[in-house]
């Protein structure tokens, strides 16, 4: 048994964390009480998001799941008291204080920690985390995008751009009241938001090599409590079928236990990726004119946020990558 | 005062006519019981849907709800008896009994009226309906695209591509239960479909001039009751702003009752469409990169069915084109 | 015409007064600005709250949708500058100091308003307006409730108790951004509040003469953007059938154009109140066990607010009880 | 590991049974294959409806998730072939034949085996299943109502009357597309049906001793995928207190595994059972008035089919009642 912290853990990603480390098997959690957040009575520990406390409690490690500025305040005690760091936010996404500048419209206040930090969708960066102490988790939206781009980048007409159209349900807009997240405002209606310029484009190309004239994309708020499905359209003169492309997706990933590739010209949905861990990818082409769109699903508090920090921290702390969330 | 008959008066399109022919002002309308559809008694009159009828009650116009093969059946029969006919179907939206084999997939059996017929949004063909006595009024995603590209062809990179990531209410998939409508499968979900290959695509092709291979289309479904929301891309190299883009839409719909453009960098949604007539168009445009982004927003079974046919009907009788839809 | 203005314009209720407001035909409309709160560029005249503005404007009339402690503040200074005034708060509807007291938890500052102020449902107090300068607009869930049961109370078995199942669209709870209206929180999810103990209980036995053990109520979260729907259970020894009690609310409401009644033994759904002043009711009767159960349905923001509101506005400034409402 | 079969899997209650059965560690799972139904292939063994299928693959049980008259059809050849049979229809619910009749308006085809089988919500007849054949899995709305129902008869009026006020998911209406589950008959919409005559009726009666004219019942329709919800009221006049309530809800069920108290004065919500087995229950009393509302939850396709199902067949074939259920 190891023990973990949470901090963060009444926002929606954060309760995601506190089921799946319940059922993990291999872990003790604690609740860690940031600033007037109190833990409900559940049964599960709490404790101080203090670093002595994290000491004290001899933690194995610590899921922030907080806004970046919490973030970079809290994560380098724990890492002082000797605790792996896997954050959710997005303070140490982006590989240099000018990118994250650019993208965050702030300053970056740990430098330091930016650049030990390591970047993990695992799929695609797991051989990099064994030995780092801080993994930063990534975002939703690029969880979907790199994955469903990074069999495709080396053979898709780069120069005919990308365009990611994607749509998120609301618990991506976190658990703090709004205007925007009322539900008299969100039912039955559909809005398009950061377009061309949402945070997350930063990562995707990171991830996928693609530069930004090149990747177009738009976030938009669904009507659902929880998932996004992302709609990538894209042309490859040298592709002859929807066969092929989904034969180089079995290639990469034919063995990754969370990632369903569909049948040719099969597309997933949300329902199929609720509550799990699980990407689901599907590919459409028109051999004739070269056009091709590849259709992304995952659980944007599962795979997009928890499920995926879980497995970042089971690669840490030595745990198979899938325990807890099958 | 005109008398006006509607055919599929139970659909959800037909339903939306017959509300907005209650409160025309101008019109008589009558419940033509196709088959065993039996109109629910709520004071209008009713008839039966033979070309006999028509003529003996002497209707000026009747409004065709129902499938194509249904409209190719019953249109001419109408026109013989002295009607206009308004026909909100497929049937007779492609200009030639090729193009229509090749996307729906069956022969056309009236060539002579689809040869006769002028296919009509009232802000691109309103010039073309007066004289007409087979007016085919469009599909609901054709719509909205259409009217978002008709003023952008001309400065786009056609080579480039343009993207149309369409997702719309449940109701444009009509009132005939299925899995596919059922509440347990949309809520909580969002689906794509027709991917690439939807019979809409050829309407705007022929609306638009752009070919095949420069327009990628796909068709989701949003679990909300009504809507269409588009969310299109494009290149434009030598365009520099959004500003200039809205310009150039106010400039060929700044007159149009039925249209209204955002301000630069702001998109609608849903919610400012429902029950309305109007179509709603924003555009996004990054002058470093040329990529472009224009959202249009229409309520399906308004702008996007029963009110664009009142429209032409309007035209066809000699109304003024607003009547009965502000 | 006629001056009106309109305090709290942006809350649900609010917006739906300038709707009505605006295609009422005989009123010019005046989005008053309390506070911080900015009127919307959208073609109205806007002013400020203060008394002196309504003098000098010389309003006719004006609505508080606002919280009763700002209508509390507002109303006097109004009916000084000799406006009529039509509060939608809950400020004036108790008949006493001392009941306001008990069910709002807060003394009442106003208790000469308070005296001087009548409340009307129309459809059952419409005679008591004309002469009166204050006149409070009922609550959502009594204004169905009590509708109900007008015709009943003679003839129910009092003793036996009446049960009144409320459920309500998430508008009822207002605009301001809350946990409770987050749409995560609201949606596929269905929530019980304010059991046995709702303000709006007092209310209902105020209109109908039951007593508080006589009448239990219920409050619940829809998970529906608008609407109100009671489930009244009853008894009544002396009842024979529901074609009897379908009977007498013909004999009551028959002439009333904003109450519809349903075939016996059918009843209402959200539906077909759904942006409507219509208060739709239905009963079923169990003539062999003598058990009863009315429906009653309405459009919490119109019937429940705005709507009735302009009904009381104009019986106080003498125009046609319908205007603005068909 | 023991062998059982599924007849009606791809309904939503046998696709339910299907998830259940797949983590339940004991057990092998059949498809069975109703008329035109074929299994998707998804891993898990299929095989025929015959009851000569049954002998030969040596099934230990059967879980009949089918309309009655097919239960009906079918559970006799599977008793004969030596399978122990869960059966959750109303074929087997209701005592007599003529208990049938009455509220299934149908006659009863096997009286024998009717007579035979055993009524199972095991919370409260747990005692009765070992050494049965045949076990009738109650309805969704009677399980909850049961459940409430059951630690309060004998301290309420029942001269009062008791009123049960029910709101389910759609699932609870099947997977059958028809007008009433159309997702845009459902959204923004909630309806009642089945006023004071539900079949349901009758199983509450016979679980709590209540007579007809002391129980009055409404089932209603939700506008999300899953759960039940009941608001139930009763007058007490010898109770004092909701925690008196409470207490005696905790006596009954404080060792169940599967129900959970509120505190006294707290209620539940549907998103607290939602793919759970949990039957969660509230009460609130007015001590002054002696008025009481109990409310309970479950999610109608677990607590209310597939789970109580799998709670009965672990009985009957000798495994821990709640495996493959938390």
Chains 1, 2, 3, 4 share one sequence.
């Not at 853990?9 to 872990?27: D, M, N, P, T």
């Not at 960066?125 to 080396?154: E, F, M, W």
Request: a negative charge.
């Amino acid at each position: 048994m190891k023990k973990i912290g949470i901090v963060g853990f009444r926002g929606y990603s954060g309760a995601e964390l506190v089921q799946i480390g319940k059922r993990h098997g291999g872990l003790e959690v604690f609740l860690m009480e940031h600033r007037d957040e109190k833990a409900p009575a559940k049964g599960l520990a709490t404790m101080s998001t203090s670093a002595e406390a994290v000491a004290e409690q001899g933690l194995d490690g610590v899921f922030l799941a907080t806004p970046p500025e919490v973030s970079m305040e809290l994560a380098g005690g724990y890492l002082a008291a000797g605790a792996k760091v896997v954050d959710l936010s997005g303070a140490f996404r982006l590989g240099t204080g000018e990118n994250y500048q650019r993208w965050y419209k702030e300053e970056h206040t740990q430098p330091e920690l930016l650049a030990e930090a390591v970047y993990s969708i695992p799929e695609l960066h797991r051989d990099q985390v064994p030995g780092k102490r801080l993994i930063s988790n990534p975002g939703c939206y690029p969880t979907a995008a790199s994955l469903a781009l990074a069999p495709l980048v080396d053979v898709i007409d780069r120069q005919a751009g990308v365009v990611c159209d994607a749509k998120s349900g609301v618990s991506g807009a976190g658990r703090k009241p709004s205007l925007t997240t009322h539900f008299c405002e969100v039912t039955e209606n559909f809005t398009a938001y950061s377009i061309l310029y949402h945070r997350h484009v930063a990562e995707v190309l990171q991830n996928t090599g693609l530069r930004e004239a090149e990747f177009s994309f738009t976030a938009q708020l669904l009507p659902v409590h929880r998932g996004i499905l992302e709609t990538i359209y894209f042309r490859a003169s040298d592709v002859k079928s929807a066969a092929e492309l989904a034969g180089m997706y079995e290639t990469r990933y034919g063995n990754e236990p969370f990632i369903r590739i569909h049948e040719p010209g099969k597309v997933p949905d949300l329902t199929a990726v609720a509550r799990t861990n699980f990407c689901d990818i599907g590919v459409v082409f028109d051999g004739r004119t070269k056009r091709g769109v590849v259709v992304a699903a995952i659980d944007n508090l599962v795979k997009g946020a928890a499920g995926q920090a879980m497995q970042n921290m089971n690669l840490a702390l030595g745990f198979p990558e899938t325990q807890g969330l099958l």
